[in-house]
């Protein structure tokens, strides 16, 4: 990379060329259907809403009303749309009024009418409406329970598609006979649009079962009512024959893969060769951190599998097991573990950051790291493993100035990890 930027600012290139990829008002426009006879309303949930919700109104050209959920801090302001915020990961009251209101809205339509949804990462906690007999603090308990387990998001989101009045298909179906419409910005391992936001639209095949075989899974317990409903099957989602679906169609319109082709193209404008590891690499961060300094160090040392200078792209979702008292999410916590792994080795950088802005529940995105930043800690008298044993990368790289922050990009297609080995170009 003669002339090129600073290893900083190339992986720095690299996540923007991501994030803008899956950016709504780059990708909903040319999804957009044509106006119907009858309404058009828009009801939408999760961290990307409100730009979606922006982005219709932007490229509507008829009468338009509805009403979306985002995460706090994520909102922009719309003329026709109501954008409201409430809480995420576990949700809150503003959450569960708003679901109420979006049900509500969808019902009574008729045939002439069109339900434009807007689907993304975060809507599960956002669109909290529980199923009858449940609360909302029961549905917390679960919440927090759940993210606490270790279970993948597919799991988490069939047990709480079953405590549920809208998730699972719900929605669609309190919208029959309406014509709906859903575009789905994609943050889960595959994007199957089933899994993202808990899939208010689609069809749900799991069952109530499914979802008590995995809270035994992981042994977690839950309120009295809780067990009570999934044992009687009263709350049962609507299945893939349910009639009541059949004038729905759904677009997944942004992935994590088309946002890491979007950063290899900008990886090869600028002389590096980029190698695309998936874009659905899950398990402890800790972990995939050890796996991805090999394969940089073996780049480094062999030219294989790739050759220097060249970039490791991956996408997907970490889990951290929490074990320590200190800050940071799964991007700070891999980027802490990749920095012990690899021990300094020599033009080896790597940047990694949630595409939604907020990695965990932090302020940060993510963080960099460079080849000289272990010695840089140790001067400043920071011991990278004993921050890695509490669970602090937060602390770790906000010490040495290496957050990236961006605030909220109002997008979401999940983490994002480039790993830049410089080689003697360097």
Known sequence: ??????????????FEAAVAAADPAACVPRHLPPAPPGRTLVV???KAAAAMARAVEDHWPGELSGLVVTRYGHGLPCERIEVVEAAHPVPDEAGRAAAGRILAAVRGLTSDDLVLVLVSGGGSALLALPFEGVTLADKQQVNRALLKSGAGIDEMNCVRKHLSAIKGGRLAAAAYPARMLTLVISDVPGDDPAVVASGPTVADPTTCADALAILAKYRIAVPPTVEALLRSCLSETPKPD???????????????????????????????????????????????????????????????????PCVLLSGGETTVTVRGQGRGGRNAEFLLALAVALD??????????????????????????????????????????????????????AALGDLVLTGPTRTNVNDFRAIYVAGSSR
Do not use: W
């Not at 080795?345 to 990694?352: C, E, S, Y």
């Open 44 to 46: 939408g949930a999760g």
């Open 242 to 308: 349910d009639l009541r679906l059949v004038h729905c169609e759904t677009r997944v319109i942004a992935t994590a893969q088309a946002s890491l082709e979007a950063a290899a193209q900008a990886a090869r404008v600028a002389g590096v060769e980029p190698l695309v590891l998936g874009d659905a690499i899950e398990g402890e961060a800790r972990e995939v951190a050890k796996v991805m300094a090999g394969l940089a160090k073996s780049c480094a040392l062999h030219g294989v599998p790739a050759r220097p």
């Open 1 to 14: 990379m003669a002339h090129s930027p600073s290893p900083a600012r190339f992986l720095q290139s690299l």
């Open 344 to 397: 300094g080795a020599p033009g080896i950088h790597a940047l990694a950051a949630d595409t939604d802005g907020i990695d965990g529940t932090e302020d940060n995105a993510g963080a960099i790291l460079a080849d000289d930043s272990l010695a840089r800690a140790r001067a400043a008298g920071i011991d990278a493993k004993a921050r890695l044993a509490d669970n602090d990368g937060y602390g770790f790289f």
